[in-house]
């Protein structure tokens, strides 16, 4: 691939990032306020947001750390609740092939959980430059990150706790899912996961791990049972 379609590619996925941006800008605020609200200095809480860059370990490391969890607990925890990013990468390593051993440690680190959800779904068109365009919204993602998150550490006193801003976390993931129900196999997936995390009740957050398998398990067999299936097939 030229320069100029690199280029092309990452400038696609920075505008891909666009409809994402409010359900991530809330998010990271909401991360960067509960970080600040445990007692963790503004600068204890922007290094939690650039060194973790992942917002439900976050999320997680605070409610530990806020109960006097010990530091090997909070960060046994943190790597467990990311476990799903392996099953990420795996699915992204094809496209990353000839890229530079740089350009592939900096997309493990960008990876999250939308720009995996968004680049999931060019590659399932068959569009090229899937590394290039995962780079350009892995990116700006994490920009958007750390300047909400920012925000959040030294605005989020001023929000009233009466607004409740938690359910953001919810409507961001359901919005990068929702293109990606495509078929049975993939709504199978979807119900299976989601279920499974909600009803099965596991220790440090194994739940999350078993829904991402289960779920993967689930489509897998719907997509043998019904090959070609489509939606309304």
Known sequence: ????????????GVRACIPLAPGVLLFGMVCGAAAAGVGLTPGQSFALSWMVFAGSSQIVATQLFASGAPGWVIVLTGWIVN???MMYSASLAQHFRGESRGARWLAGYLLTDQAFAVTLARALDG??????FFLGIAFTLWLLW????LAGIFL???????????FVVALTFIGVLAPLLRDRAMAGAAVAGGLTSVFLVLPLKLNLMAAALIGAAVGIALEKLWPKSRPGA
């Open 1 to 12: 691939m030229s320069s100029l379609d690199r280029r092309q590619a990452f400038l696609a």
């Open 83 to 85: 476990l799903r990013f």
């Open 127 to 132: 569009r090229k430059g899937v590394a290039g």
């Open 146 to 149: 750390q300047v909400a998150s």
């Open 156 to 166: 989020g006193a001023l929000v009233p706790a009466s607004w409740s801003m938690d």
